[in-house]
């Protein structure tokens, strides 16, 4: 065929958004790091769920309403670095389609070279050998090739032959996908969603793999209210991931419910339905064993009041911090953030999760604390959205304890601009560091690590991984601390114990008399501690 028409764009984005779904599985495989955080493939499953449930019901003839609809689905659904790129690929893509009725073989050229541009100027410090590369190789090779009267199925031949092609050298780009034996995760989940797209081109369209199940791709989207709700859910347990131990799972799941059922389907599924204040730690506590099946979340009916409460007057300030965790959540309130956005490393909350929290924040001038790497982008996305007057401003915080740090510094007395760069610059003034459990065998960057062992990491380069969590926070200690360190502060995770913070406490102190010791329970899944040494 010649030309692509508006329904047929959604069918292919739709298969695409399917694609994806079907393997997010393996995305997340391609991890890198040795962490509990291999969520690439989830996030952008996630994100393209949204673009996907934004045109479902669209019957519209032109590509352009179709794309911008599904391209305003991904920008308030992006989660994670990937996601958010992602988004703005389709941004691009959906800008260069305004006011047309169909595509031509140059129209989708002009339009991949636009969605191009718009990832690249999305990110700060692009990096290439990951699905940036892998986009502008693409988008570059059909425009060098696309001709008049081309046809649209030989446009996706050389689109999935570049594509293919680049992901295969995104580790001759970047030497530590090398140095593991694996290309790029984002990279990946783009060259999957090409095939989607492809498949309902020649009619073929991917339909997700589980027959017969509703599956609700905002999983994260619908944990953020801060209220008792219902969660239900099938868990397939993955014997590369961490054991899964049931009485284990019953003490975490009664100790943070408020109501508790739970049974067995099958050998290696499980349905659980729970009433809890944050079902976010029970799905980033779960995603150590398995990979989720189904996901539904309800709120309570008593919360559906929270709408009728009188609308409180505005404020000039208020700062959004992203946790996970109760104690996490109490020492961010402690110092002044009156928002708490549930997640984190293994939970990155979309776009219009911050636009959410904005809102609800009622403030002239909003700070927000990603205190995550991979959340930066969507909560910058989110604040480039807002339409209200409202002020808001990302302080770039990549860690807990840079969060804290940085909250710290904020006054209300200080003058917007002055409080924001008071807070980026408090970022420098911290070190960061945590200690969690290895999910794999591999090397990387000289370290042996060994699965379900534990590893000490500052930023994201691994300082020891031994079998004790203990000793690898020692050994995490004894690199970290410095002649000038002053304070250090440790977060305990909820696999630590009260008396394990006693005992702590009194070694640490013993063996850093000099240096100011705090340590606190945070309840963080996933990771046993939370180090900030400044």
């Keep these: 065929m010649k030309t692509i028409s508006g329904q047929l764009l959604k069918s292919m984005f739709i298969s695409a ?42 019957n519209d003839n032109n590509v352009s309403d179709i794309a911008k609809s599904f391209s305003r689905g991904l920008l308030m659904g992006a989660r994670g670095n990937s996601g958010v790129i992602t988004s703005q690929i389709f941004r691009g893509f959906a800008k260069y389609l305004e006011g047309k009725e169909e595509i031509n073989a140059i129209d989708l050229a002009e ?17 290439e050998g990951t699905i940036l590369t892998v986009i502008r190789e693409t988008s570059d090779s ?30 001759e780009l970047l030497p530590v996908l090398k140095d593991v034996g694996v290309v790029d995760s984002g990279g990946a989940g783009l060259v999957t969603i ?43 347990k993955d014997g590369s991931k961490k054991q899964f131990i049931e009485r284990n799972f019953r003490d975490f799941a009664l100790h943070h419910g408020t109501d508790f059922l739970y049974s067995m389907v099958k050998e290696d599924r499980f349905n659980i339905k729970i009433q809890m204040l944050h079902p976010g730690t029970l799905l980033a506590y779960l995603q150590q064993f398995g990979e989720f099946e189904t996901i539904s979340i309800t709120p309570h009916k008593e919360d559906k009041q929270e709408d009728k409460k009188v609308k409180s007057p505005r404020k000039e300030n208020a700062l959004i911090a992203v946790s996970s965790g109760e104690g996490l959540d109490e020492l961010f309130r402690q110092v002044g953030v009156s928002v708490i956005v549930n997640g984190g490393q293994t939970m990155n909350p979309s776009a219009q999760d911050f636009l959410d929290a904005i809102k609800k924040a009622n403030a002239n001038n909003v700070f927000i604390l990603p205190n995550n790497s991979n959340i930066v982008m969507a909560a910058t996305q989110a604040c480039e959205m807002i339409d209200d007057g409202t002020d808001a401003r990302v302080i770039p915080s990549k860690t807990v304890p840079q969060g804290l740090v940085s909250a710290l510094v904020f006054t209300n007395e200080n003058k917007v601009d002055l409080n924001f760069n008071n807070m980026k610059a408090a970022l420098k003034n911290v070190s960061s560091g945590s200690v969690t459990f290895a999910i794999k065998d591999t090397d990387i960057e000289g370290v ?62 013993e063996s850093y008399k000099d240096i100011q010791i705090n340590i606190v329970s945070g309840k963080q899944p996933v990771y046993s501690f939370l180090v900030g040494v400044e």
């Excluded at 339009?111 to 990096?127: F, N, Q, T, W």
């Excluded at 059909?142 to 092609?165: Q, T, V």
């Excluded at 000793?471 to 970290?480: F, G, I, V």
């Design 111 to 127: 339009a991949l070279i636009a969605g191009k541009e718009s990832s690249y100027k999305a990110v700060m410090r692009p990096v």
């Design 194 to 236: 090409f095939e989607g797209m492809n498949k309902a081109l020649i009619g073929e369209f991917v339909y997700k793999s589980l027959e017969g199940q509703q599956v609700v791709e905002e999983k994260d989207n619908l944990v953020q209210k801060g209220y008792d709700m219902e969660l239900n859910f099938f868990l397939l």
């Design 448 to 509: 042996h690590v060994t699965k379900n062992y534990y590893m000490g990491l500052r930023d994201k380069m691994i300082i020891t991984c031994v079998k004790d969590k203990f000793e690898a926070l020692r050994n995490l200690l004894s690199d970290m601390i410095k002649m000038d360190s002053s304070i250090v502060t440790i977060i305990c995770g909820e696999d630590i114990s009260d008396k394990e913070i006693k005992e702590l406490n009194k070694d640490i102190a």
């Design 142 to 171: 059909l425009m060098a090739k696309a001709e008049e009267g081309m046809s649209i199925e030989e446009c996706f031949e050389i689109i999935l032959k570049e594509a293919k092609s680049s992901l295969a050298r995104t580790p």
């Design 17 to 58: 958004s399917n694609n994806v779904f079907n393997h997010y599985p393996e995305i997340d495989a391609l991890n890198v790091f040795p962490v509990p955080d291999g969520d690439t493939g989830m996030n952008m499953n996630l994100t393209m769920s949204s673009g996907a449930k934004e045109i479902s019901n669209r």
